[in-house]
């Protein structure tokens, strides 16, 4: 699809929006797989000032996608275990990436091996995200679907029995590292009493080795240190052992028990459960893919470093570098990041691409931000955690933004991810742009019994620092009081 066509075709429709600090090179591969994991017409991905991304699709394509996975999930409950097959093709092809490509070698790569790294790496990121974008399909309308599927069985699930039917027993990789996490605390407190230092020692040091990557992001990513750990570990010095096993616990409660309690009360017939047991599926493979997202970017900084390295050009330029640039002359390499470091648009069509930059970006990005918000007084969401507060907001697009932040006031967010768990803990109520009852913000939400309202497509855009707001989630809404 040709700039022209894109500008006509902009106004005409319903879009769905996904934002945040993120860098080009981390979103281009996921972006585009995401276009065809929809088979959509067509995806924008927008960059501004060098870290602010924001990518646009029709909301058409997740809404239809995701009406015909319950349809093949009724008839057959193996259906999503198939999905999830492809999905693991994907994940070993990238552990046999990340197992060849570790510091010390790419370190020692000349010019023409980082980049053709890049672009290998590129493409095993595109085939993942094109089998494990199913997880976000049911964001927009999600919930909606599930609640009609529930509706038409006839049965009045409270929200705390859907709540519990949305949880699985399988333990996600953040899960794991906490229960390691809780176990080298509880041998830390031992370790003066019956245990050697030397084995603490040893344990902090698989674990460093293991999950350096833990506190990764879509903007950032760091190396935690044996150190750092250790300090982390620290913040459990006033825990007994017992609260520490108790915490343990908790992360492997049996839901599946649970799942066999409620549906016998309820004599749940099989479709509904096949329903639940996608929409499960769905939030582990998210889950997931976070880790293996963490891990990505963080290969990703490491070859794009050694390329500024050899190449002489600051690392912060590459933040908005494409593997398509490592095809031509690096000669001009350093041009094209300058002219695209304020604006600029991938349009993705049919597997082609167009890219356009500075003015005629801007004015593609006004006409997408024209079809979403005008004056709006009144933001219609979905109840993750119900609730009714009323509070000053505070938007928090990614963690240049985090110390901003204060106790009491209400999270505006396009999405939320492990990072944000401290400021969700100090919030009084969580508000996202993106989101489905399976997603963290829904998750987290309503375990710190948090009213939480998701899937606003707009608050992001239309609430501003110290807007005064009323929410409301019986009635899925909040209501600007003074901007």
Same mark, same amino acid.
């Given at each position: 699809?040709?700039?022209?066509?894109?500008?006509?075709?902009?106004?005409?429709?319903?879009?769905?929006?996904?934002?945040?600090?993120?860098?080009?090179?981390?979103?281009?591969?996921?972006?585009?797989?995401?276009?065809?994991?929809?088979?959509?017409?067509?995806?924008?991905?927008?960059?501004?000032?060098?870290?602010?991304?924001?990518?646009?699709?029709?909301?058409?394509?997740?809404?239809?996608?995701?009406?015909?996975?319950?349809?093949? !999930?009724?008839?057959?409950?193996?259906?999503?275990?198939?999905?999830?097959?492809?999905?693991?093709?994907?994940?070993?092809?990238?552990?046999?990436?990340?197992?060849?490509?570790?510091?010390?070698?790419?370190?020692?790569?000349?010019?023409?091996?980082?980049?053709?790294?890049?672009?290998?790496?590129?493409?095993?990121?595109?085939?993942?995200?094109?089998?494990?974008?199913?997880?976000?399909?049911?964001?927009?309308?999600?919930?909606?679907?599930?609640?009609?599927?529930?509706?038409? @069985?006839?049965? /009045?699930?409270?929200?705390?029995?859907?709540?519990?039917?949305?949880?699985?027993?399988?333990?996600?990789?953040?899960?794991?590292?906490?229960?390691?996490?809780?176990?080298?605390?509880?041998?830390?407190?031992?370790?003066?009493?019956?245990?050697?230092?030397?084995?603490?020692?040893?344990?902090?040091?698989?674990?460093?080795?293991?999950?350096?990557?833990?506190?990764?992001?879509?903007? @950032?990513?760091?190396?935690? @240190?044996?150190?750092?750990?250790?300090?982390?570990?620290?913040?459990? @010095?006033?825990?007994?052992?017992?609260?520490?096993?108790?915490?343990?616990?908790?992360?492997?409660?049996?839901?599946?028990?649970?799942?066999?309690?409620?549906?016998?009360?309820?004599?749940?017939?099989?479709?509904?459960?096949?329903?639940?047991?996608?929409?499960?599926?769905?939030?582990?493979?998210?889950?997931?893919?976070?880790?293996?997202?963490?891990?990505?970017?963080?290969?990703?900084?490491?070859?794009?470093?050694?390329?500024?390295?050899?190449?002489?050009?600051?690392?912060?330029?590459?933040?908005?570098?494409?593997?398509?640039?490592?095809?031509?002359?690096?000669?001009?390499?350093?041009?094209?990041?300058?002219?695209?470091?304020?604006?600029?648009? !991938?349009?993705?069509?049919?597997?082609?691409?167009?890219?356009?930059?500075?003015?005629?970006?801007?004015?593609?990005?006004?006409?997408?931000?024209?079809?979403?918000?005008?004056?709006?007084?009144?933001?219609?969401?979905?109840?993750?955690?119900?609730?009714?507060?009323?509070?000053?907001?505070?938007?928090?697009?990614?963690?240049?933004?985090?110390?901003?932040? /204060?106790?009491?006031?209400?999270?505006?967010?396009?999405?939320?991810?492990?990072?944000?768990?401290?400021?969700?803990?100090?919030?009084?109520?969580?508000?996202?742009?993106?989101?489905?009852?399976?997603?963290?913000?829904?998750?987290?939400?309503?375990?710190?019994?948090?009213?939480?309202?998701?899937?606003?497509?707009?608050?992001?855009?239309?609430?501003?620092?110290?807007?005064?707001?009323?929410?409301?989630?019986?009635?899925?809404?909040?209501?600007?009081?003074?901007?």
């Amino acid at each position: 699809m040709q700039l022209p066509q894109i500008i006509k075709y902009i106004p005409k429709k319903r879009w769905y929006r996904q934002a945040a600090n993120s860098k080009a090179y981390y979103i281009y591969a996921p972006s585009r797989g995401a276009v065809d994991s929809l088979h959509a017409s067509c995806g924008l991905m927008c960059i501004h000032n060098n870290r602010y991304f924001e990518w646009f699709c029709e909301e058409k394509y997740f809404t239809k996608n995701a009406k015909l996975a319950i349809l093949e !999930e009724k008839k057959d409950i193996k259906w999503i275990d198939r999905i999830e097959k492809k999905c693991r093709k994907g994940m070993l092809e990238l552990d046999k990436f990340f197992t060849f490509h570790n510091g010390n070698y790419i370190n020692s790569l000349n010019e023409k091996e980082i980049c053709l790294a890049i672009i290998e790496l590129e493409k095993i990121v595109y085939r993942f995200w094109q089998n494990i974008y199913i997880c976000d399909w049911f964001d927009p309308n999600g919930e909606e679907l599930l609640r009609n599927e529930i509706k038409e @069985s006839g049965i /009045n699930f409270d929200t705390y029995e859907i709540s519990v039917l949305l949880k699985t027993n399988r333990l996600n990789y953040a899960q794991i590292e906490r229960l390691e996490f809780l176990k080298l605390a509880i041998l830390r407190k031992k370790r003066d009493k019956f245990l050697s230092n030397n084995i603490y020692k040893e344990n902090l040091r698989l674990h460093s080795k293991k999950y350096y990557y833990i506190d990764n992001s879509w903007e @950032s990513t760091k190396v935690l @240190s044996v150190k750092d750990f250790d300090t982390k570990l620290k913040g459990c @010095s006033a825990l007994q052992v017992d609260e520490i096993r108790a915490q343990m616990r908790d992360i492997k409660t049996d839901w599946e028990q649970l799942h066999k309690v409620i549906y016998k009360k309820y004599q749940v017939k099989q479709e509904l459960k096949n329903v639940f047991y996608l929409f499960r599926t769905v939030a582990f493979l998210r889950d997931v893919r976070k880790g293996y997202t963490l891990l990505t970017n963080s290969y990703y900084d490491l070859l794009y470093r050694r390329l500024g390295q050899l190449l002489n050009i600051p690392f912060s330029k590459f933040y908005v570098c494409l593997p398509v640039d490592l095809n031509d002359d690096l000669k001009h390499l350093e041009k094209i990041l300058d002219q695209r470091s304020h604006n600029f648009i !991938e349009i993705y069509s049919q597997g082609r691409s167009n890219l356009v930059c500075g003015r005629t970006a801007k004015k593609l990005h006004n006409n997408l931000q024209k079809s979403f918000a005008g004056e709006v007084s009144l933001l219609k969401g979905f109840t993750a955690s119900p609730g009714k507060v009323k509070g000053v907001v505070r938007v928090v697009m990614g963690e240049t933004h985090f110390s901003k932040f /204060n106790e009491g006031e209400i999270l505006v967010a396009p999405m939320t991810r492990p990072e944000y768990l401290p400021l969700m803990k100090k919030a009084l109520a969580i508000i996202t742009d993106e989101g489905g009852l399976t997603s963290h913000a829904a998750i987290i939400a309503r375990e710190l019994k948090v009213p939480c309202l998701i899937g606003t497509k707009i608050a992001t855009k239309v609430l501003k620092d110290g807007d005064l707001v009323e929410i409301n989630t019986n009635h899925n809404q909040l209501k600007i009081i003074k901007n």
